[in-house]
């Protein structure tokens, strides 16, 4: 039903900046909420942020607030994570997922999204 595919990832020095993208397509809704997680090899998945696809309410992990910034664009159904200041623990690969249609959303809770992308690998160097 929908297709998420992100982009941008690579490899950045400790303190550099990276923007990653998610495009969007197939059936879509303007009730959804767009999530960025993250899992490094051995490690859990870790919710990044997330953004509420109509109002542009935004919600952070601890860990990146202040450094990441998530934006979205419904015209082209995409949403964006600006990463500035990274950090070599933001070495990962990045998901990110749709709620889809769904009520009563934990925007940090991964189960709570029904769409994911294949992810984007993020590397910082020391």
């Known amino acids: 039903q929908v297709q998420l595919v992100e982009s941008g990832g690579g490899l950045v020095q400790a303190g550099g900046s990276l923007r990653l993208s998610c495009a969007a397509s197939?059936?879509?809704?303007?009730?959804?909420?767009m999530g960025w997680f993250r899992q490094a090899p051995g490690k859990e998945r870790e919710f990044v942020g997330a953004?509420?696809?109509?109002?542009?309410?935004?919600y952070y992990a601890d860990s990146v607030k202040g450094r990441f910034t998530i934006s979205r664009d419904n015209a082209k159904n995409t949403v964006y994570l600006q990463m500035n200041s990274l950090k070599p623990e933001d070495t990962a690969v990045y998901y990110c997922?749709?709620?889809?249609?769904?009520?009563?959303?934990?925007?940090?809770?991964?189960?709570?999204?029904?769409?994911w992308g294949q992810g984007t690998q993020v590397t910082v160097s020391s």
């Open positions: 997922a749709s709620t889809g249609l769904r009520v009563g959303v934990n925007p940090r809770y991964y189960m709570d999204y029904d769409y």
């Open positions: 197939g059936r879509t809704f303007s009730s959804v909420i």
């Open positions: 953004i509420t696809w109509a109002g542009g309410n935004t």
